[in-house]
C-alpha cells in the first residue's frame, strides 16, 4: 500500500519513519521524499495490508504524521491516447511501459501520482483527479 | 504485392533481398510523430461589407496574415493569446478537421475597397473555401535522440527530460520511417501521393533543412485538409516549450530495383542516430554527442550511458505509424490510392548550414567587472557589512587564500546574520555558489539567474580561481551601451 506521510514542523525532525521500521522489522521503501525545516512529506510503499497496515498506520498517527492513503490513481484517456512514449522513460518509477503492439500501459501498483506523466503528455490524455 | 515496411523486412530475412526484389512491387511506410514546421492555409470568403484582414485569429490563436484580403496561414507552432501553452495552431487544425466550430476574430485597417475595420463570427471547416495542409517540413529520415547530462529537469522539445542522464527520448518510426524506406532518395520526389493525416496527400518538394549527404532527409507535403481525419492530425503540447501537431505520413515505396530493395527491408538495428547532450545550450549540432546507437537500442526501453542503465522512450508513436503502413497497404489494394512518378526526385546534394551571425554574441567577458571585491571566510560580519555599502555592492564573493571561489554572500545575508547576532562569515555564506565562465553567453547566464532567482554570478575560472562578478544591473548596462533591448 502506497501512503502519504505529511510531517509538521513539531514532528519533522523526529526519526518517526527509522523507529516504526526498527520496531516492525518491515521493509518500508521511500518511494518520493520532500523535506525542509517546516515540513516533510514522503511517499512509501508499505508490504502489509488489512489489519497489519492499519495497525502501522496508527503508529504514523500516534507520533503525529499525518497519514494518506493513496486511493486515487491516474485516469488515462484511451481515445485520446496516442501512445507515443513521451511519458514513459520521464516516469521515476516506470509505472507507464509499453504492452503487446506498442500500447501503452499502467501498472498501478508503481505509480506514486507525482504528475509528471501527466505534464508530459503531448495530447493531454492523462488526468490525476 | 504490396507489403508494409515489416513485412518487407521478414520477408528480406526469410527469402533474401533479391526474391524481395522481384516479388514485392510496393512497400508502404509510415510515421506519426510531432512535426513543427506544419500548418494550414485558408481561405475564409468575403463578408459584406468586405474585409481585408491584416490580423486574424481562430480561437485566439493568431494567423499569419502577409497575405491577400481573406487568406491565412495557420502555423502548428503559434501560441493561444488567452491558453498559451495549451492550445495553439496544431490544436485549431485538430478541431477543424473533427468538424468544431472555431471562433473567427479578424481586425483591419479599413480601405476604400474593404470599409470593414473588424469582424467576429464562428466558422467550421465546411466554411471555409480552401483548407490546405502545407508543411514545409515533415517526415524527417532520422532524428538525434536526447538526454540531460545536468542536475536539474529540462523541458525541451524533445519532452521532459530527468537530471544526471535519468533518461533518453527519440522520435521517429526507424524501420517504419518513409525516408528510411528510401534511403537513396530514388523514388520519392515531388507528385508523389502519399497517406496524409488520414488523406490523400502529395509530396511537393524536399523540406527546409533536407540534408540528404548527412541522411537527414526531409519533405515538403501538401493536401487537402477536408478529407483528413483528426486522428491523424492531432495537436500537442510539449511542457514548458511549446505546442506542436503530431502529422500522420505513410508513403509508398515502389520496389523498383535491388538497391531499393535493400533500403525498404532496413531494420531499426541497421538505422542509427545520436544521443546528444540538450543540457548543454548550444546551436542543435554542436550538443555534445553522449552516445552513437541503433533505433533498436532506442525502442529497447533501455540504453547503457557509461556504467548507467538509461530508460529510453519515444516521442513519435510506433503503433500509429504501423496502423497508417496497414491503411497505405489497404487503399493501395483497393486502388484507393494509385501510385505516382514524381515529376522530379529530392535533390542528394543539400547542405544545412548554421546562421551566420555578423555581430558578435554577448558574452560574460563583455559585461562582468573584473575589479571584484571579496572576503575570507574568517572575516567579521559588521567589517564585510560596512564593506559593502562603502563600495555599494550586493553580491560578496568569498574567496581562500589562493582566491578560489568557496562562497558568496549578498546584503540580505548580511543583514540576516546581523539580525540573528551571527559573527563568522564563513558560518552564513552561501557555499553552493551559482558561477558562469566568462566564454559564457550573456543570454544563457541570464536565464541561470532568473532560474535560481539571483541577482550576481562571480566569473571563474576553469580551477574556481575568481576573475570577475556579473550581476544584472552589469547586464543591464551593456544592453543599454551596445543599444540591444532586449535579452
Redesign the interface.
Known amino acids: 500500500m502506497r501512503v502519504r506521510l505529511t510531517y509538521s514542523y513539531q514532528v519533522v525532525e523526529k526519526p518517526v519513519l527509522a523507529d516504526i521500521i526498527l520496531k516492525t522489522g518491515l521493509q518500508i521503501n521511500i518511494l518520493e521524499a520532500k523535506v525542509n525545516a517546516q515540513k516533510g512529506e514522503l511517499v512509501v510503499s508499505i508490504p502489509a495490508t488489512g489489519r497489519e497496515l492499519e495497525k502501522i498506520l496508527a503508529m504514523f498517527k500516534q507520533a503525529e504524521v499525518e497519514v494518506q492513503k493513496f486511493t486515487k490513481t491516474l485516469h488515462i484517456d484511451q481515445e485520446s491516447c496516442?501512445?507515443?512514449?513521451?511519458?514513459?522513460?520521464?516516469c521515476?518509477t516506470?509505472a507507464l511501459?509499453?504492452g503487446p503492439?506498442?500500447?501503452l500501459e499502467f501498472d498501478e501498483e508503481k505509480c506514486v501520482a507525482c504528475r509528471?506523466c501527466v505534464?508530459?503528455c503531448?495530447?493531454?490524455a492523462i488526468a490525476l483527479p | 504485392m504490396v507489403l508494409t515496411a515489416e513485412e518487407m523486412i521478414k520477408l528480406v530475412e526469410s527469402g533474401g533481398v533479391e526474391v524481395a526484389a522481384k516479388e514485392v512491387d510496393v512497400v508502404t511506410s509510415g510515421t506519426f510523430g510531432a512535426m513543427c514546421s506544419s500548418g494550414a492555409f485558408l481561405n475564409f470568403g468575403h463578408a459584406d461589407p468586405p474585409i481585408k484582414m491584416t490580423k486574424c485569429w481562430l480561437n485566439d490563436v493568431p494567423l499569419y496574415k502577409g497575405l491577400a484580403a481573406v487568406d491565412g496561414y495557420l502555423g502548428v507552432t503559434a501560441l493561444s493569446e488567452t491558453r498559451g501553452f495549451e492550445y495553439g495552431g496544431g490544436h485549431v487544425i485538430e478541431d477543424l478537421v473533427a468538424g468544431k466550430e472555431i471562433e473567427l476574430r479578424a481586425e483591419s485597417y479599413g480601405t476604400d475597397c474593404y470599409p470593414r475595420r473588424h469582424v467576429e463570427t464562428v466558422i467550421t471547416i465546411d466554411d471555409l473555401n480552401q483548407a490546405v495542409l502545407l508543411n514545409p517540413r515533415n517526415c524527417y529520415q532520422r532524428y538525434d535522440a536526447a538526454t540531460n547530462s545536468t542536475d536539474r529537469v529540462i523541458y525541451t522539445y524533445m519532452g521532459t527530460l530527468l537530471p544526471n542522464y535519468g533518461n533518453i527520448t527519440f522520435s521517429g518510426a526507424g524501420q517504419l520511417n518513409p525516408l528510411c524506406k528510401d534511403w537513396n532518395y530514388e523514388t520519392i520526389g515531388i507528385g508523389t501521393r502519399i497517406f496524409l493525416g488520414g488523406g490523400i496527400g502529395y509530396v511537393i518538394g524536399e523540406g527546409t533543412q533536407h540534408s540528404p549527404k548527412k541522411g537527414f532527409g526531409t519533405l515538403m507535403v501538401r493536401g487537402d485538409l477536408k478529407q483528413m481525419k483528426s486522428q491523424y492530425l492531432r495537436g500537442g503540447v510539449f511542457h514548458r516549450y511549446g505546442v506542436t501537431l503530431y502529422v500522420g505520413v505513410g508513403i509508398p515505396i515502389p520496389i523498383v530495383n535491388e538497391k531499393v530493395a535493400s533500403a525498404a527491408a532496413l531494420r531499426d538495428d541497421e538505422i542509427f542516430v545520436d544521443i546528444r547532450d540538450y543540457g548543454v545550450p548550444t546551436r542543435p549540432d554542436l550538443r555534445p554527442v553522449v552516445k552513437h546507437v541503433s533505433y533498436a537500442e532506442l525502442r529497447s526501453g533501455k540504453v547503457t550511458i557509461g556504467e548507467k542503465d538509461v530508460p529510453s522512450s519515444s516521442l513519435s508513436s510506433y503503433k500509429m505509424a504501423r496502423d497508417i503502413s496497414e491503411i497505405l497497404k489497404k487503399w493501395i489494394l483497393e486502388e484507393k490510392l494509385l501510385l505516382t512518378k514524381p515529376v522530379e526526385l529530392l535533390p542528394t546534394q543539400r547542405e544545412f548550414k548554421p546562421l551566420k551571425i555578423k555581430e558578435k554574441e554577448l558574452s560574460v567577458r563583455d559585461a562582468m567587472r573584473t575589479e571584484v571585491i571579496t572576503a575570507k571566510p574568517d572575516d567579521d560580519v559588521k567589517d564585510v557589512a560596512r564593506k559593502l555599502v562603502q563600495k555599494g555592492i550586493d553580491h560578496l564573493p568569498v574567496v581562500d587564500e589562493q582566491r578560489k571561489l568557496i562562497g558568496i554572500v549578498t546584503s540580505w545575508d548580511l543583514a540576516r546574520a546581523i539580525a540573528n547576532d551571527k559573527r563568522k562569515l564563513a558560518d552564513i555564506m552561501t557555499k553552493r555558489v551559482i558561477t558562469a565562465l566568462d566564454n559564457e553567453s550573456i543570454d544563457v547566464v541570464a536565464r541561470r539567474m532568473a532560474r535560481h532567482n539571483i541577482s550576481g554570478v562571480p566569473v571563474v575560472d576553469a580551477s574556481n580561481l575568481i576573475i570577475g562578478i556579473l550581476t544584472t544591473d552589469d547586464i543591464s548596462r551593456k544592453l543599454i551601451e551596445g543599444g540591444r533591448t532586449t535579452v
Open positions: 496516442i501512445s507515443c512514449g513521451a511519458c514513459i522513460s520521464p521515476p516506470r511501459n509499453f503492439e506498442w500500447t509528471t505534464d508530459a503531448p495530447v493531454r
